[in-house]
């Protein structure tokens, strides 16, 4: 038989490669079962010994521990851990205390207080302060001061929208200002804005000016709430003032209103009074152009104090903001105090045969115990300028003797047996009107106290708040006023102490003429920058204390007052607000909506 030798080479080769393969498969498998047998089963007879028991039982009791604990996290989380929070949504129903019990919500005539207040939260301005006391746009998107004062140009946001839908535009602005100006709208701003213009540049933008560079043009934009021209359409000047805007609330601010206003008898409520409160239903504005608010809101408005609080006390209200002085609130209320840039003075009308005499009209200033009213009212902070931060300095009591002799230089004659001065057989009395509310009634029975011992007689008017509006503020048919005033330094005090503002529907309640001091006060607005405007007030207040055409009392308080198992208000107390009005800011920012929330 032949063979192919390369054949036989090929299947030789073969052979030995599978061997080498069979050998490589053996010295694997014998490797694999020696690291079994090291790794594994080497182990499994280690835990035999004493020191690997000792591991296991270590880690077991570790793995237990950690066990224990997560369970008992857990039941924490579960129970403690969670608490009633409160986030956004929920109804807030707050008090208001107005003595018409009626508000009206017309932009361009609000007056008292609670009116205001109110209209801040449904009607926006041009421009506010933030927290910081800082001045920002509120309608406008940016503004810029020109012309050295004299001017500023609004631009407006876009997406500013009114509540029926439409866009606010500048000639809202022109038409608001315009109005706020006619002598026949009888708005409290119209001293303030005497002089001033607005133009329409375009649909956004508007320019306001003034004859004279005026530093508070800016401030004085944060008070007008901006109306809607096409609602007031076809109404006359002479009209404005009656149309029952109510049935017509629009507005451009964070709140608008939700439904009819309504009024029920207060025996719903299960008070113990007669007579109405009414109620304002407020939801948030889903097309507003600022942070929106955080909860529907209703007002419940009470014609008095007392009505205010019993509602508080009985549940009918959650809260409401209130003074100091209020202490016949349940004992498990809370409260959170408000920095107030404002003050209390009592007003000396100058054009009163007996306060033309400047000896006793400091007299009357200097025997006044200003430290005794600020405890009577809570501890308020004692005034003694009529601009804040300026000159407010603490003057000591006069003596009694001192005070006397002083009265007695105005030409008037002790009468022993009646205790009063008299001249010319008329007895000094003097006639002193204020508001109808608890702190000013505490406030001028101490001073009817105190100017009794220096022979000085009183009698005391307490008037409702829109009776103040409509007679003593326009006709200042009285010799002492004692009420409340913004201390702002930007405007203020011209507002309140120019001879300009001494007509019937000016704010100088004093009558105060001083040509120097009108002076003073027309170059401090005209100046931006606020060192060089207070080298004029300084110069004002020294003239001011001098001319004593008020005393000034002291820096009223106020604070939110609530129950913390239905709202929880959270303002910035370190912020000043200038008033009742400002503070409803803070009604954008409650949250009145509880769910379970985790500490974190």
Do not use: C
């Amino acid at each position: 038989m032949k063979i192919n030798l390369n054949k036989a080479k090929e299947l030789t080769d073969n052979l030995d490669l599978k061997k080498k393969v069979d050998q490589a498969h053996k010295s694997i498998h014998r490797k694999s079962l020696t690291s079994t047998r090291r790794h594994v089963l080497g182990k499994s007879d280690s835990i035999k010994n004493l020191s690997t028991r000792r591991l296991v039982f270590s880690w077991t009791t570790k793995f237990l521990i950690i066990l224990v604990l997560g369970l008992l996290s857990y039941s924490k989380l579960g129970s403690g851990g969670r608490f009633n929070g409160f986030v956004a949504g929920g109804d807030v129903v707050a008090g208001i205390q107005d003595d018409n019990e009626r508000l009206n919500l017309n932009p361009l005539t609000l007056s008292t207080p609670a009116e205001s207040a109110v209209g801040r939260l449904i009607y926006s301005s041009i421009l506010k302060y933030d927290d910081a006391g800082k001045l920002q746009g509120d309608l406008a998107a940016s503004y810029s001061v020109e012309d050295s004062g004299k001017k500023i140009r609004v631009t407006i946001k876009d997406g500013a929208k009114w509540h029926d839908g439409k866009d606010v535009t500048s000639e809202d602005i022109v038409f608001t200002i315009t109005k706020l100006k006619d002598i026949r709208v009888n708005s409290s701003l119209r001293d303030s804005l005497s002089g001033v213009e607005a133009v329409a540049v375009d649909d956004k933008t508007v320019e306001i000016t003034s004859p004279k560079a005026v530093g508070g043009l800016d401030d004085l934009l944060t008070k007008i709430r901006v109306a809607p021209k096409h609602i007031f359409d076809g109404v006359s000047s002479d009209q404005i003032a009656s149309v029952n805007y109510n049935k017509i609330p629009v507005g451009s601010g964070p709140f608008e209103v939700a439904g009819d206003i309504t009024y029920s008898d207060n025996t719903t409520l299960g008070l113990n009074s007669s007579g109405q409160f009414q109620q304002i239903s407020l939801t948030p504005n889903k097309k507003y152009y600022g942070n929106g608010a955080q909860a529907d809101l209703t007002f419940r408005v009470f014609s008095s104090r007392g009505d205010l609080v019993a509602a508080f006390n009985n549940g009918s209200i959650a809260m409401y903001i209130g003074t100091d002085s209020d202490t016949d609130v349940n004992s498990d209320a809370e409260e959170v105090k408000l920095k107030l840039s404002s003050g209390v003075f009592a007003f000396f009308n100058m054009k009163s045969p007996f306060l033309s005499d400047v000896k006793l009209r400091r007299a009357l200033s200097g025997y006044t115990d200003k430290k005794a009213l600020s405890d009577m009212n809570g501890g308020v902070k004692p005034l003694y300028s009529p601009v804040l931060e300026v000159g407010d300095t603490e003057d000591g009591v006069m003596g009694k003797e001192d005070a006397k002799k002083l009265i007695a230089d105005a030409g008037y004659t002790f009468d022993e047996a009646k205790g009063l001065f008299t001249k010319n057989g008329q007895e000094l009395k003097l006639n002193v009107v204020t508001g109808d509310s608890d702190e000013y009634s505490r406030a001028i029975d101490e001073l009817a106290r105190r100017w009794k011992e220096i022979g000085v007689g009183v009698e005391v008017f307490k008037a409702k708040a829109s009776d103040l509006q409509s007679n003593y503020f326009v006709n200042k048919s009285y010799d002492i006023l004692l009420y409340g005033i913004s201390l702002n330094q930007a405007t203020e005090p011209y507002a309140y102490w120019s001879s300009d503002a001494t007509g019937p529907k000016g704010l100088n309640f004093s009558n105060y003429r001083s040509p120097a001091n009108d002076a003073d006060l027309d170059v401090a607005r005209t100046k931006i920058n606020q060192a060089d405007r207070n080298v004029r007030l300084e110069r004002f207040v020294k003239r001011w204390k001098e001319d004593v055409p008020a005393v000034a009392l002291y820096i009223p308080s106020l604070k939110v007052v609530y129950r913390s198992g239905s709202v929880q208000p959270e303002p910035n107390q370190q912020a000043y607000v200038s008033g009742f009005t400002d503070s409803f800011d803070l009604f954008t920012q409650i949250k009145a909506q509880q769910k379970k929330l985790y500490q974190n």
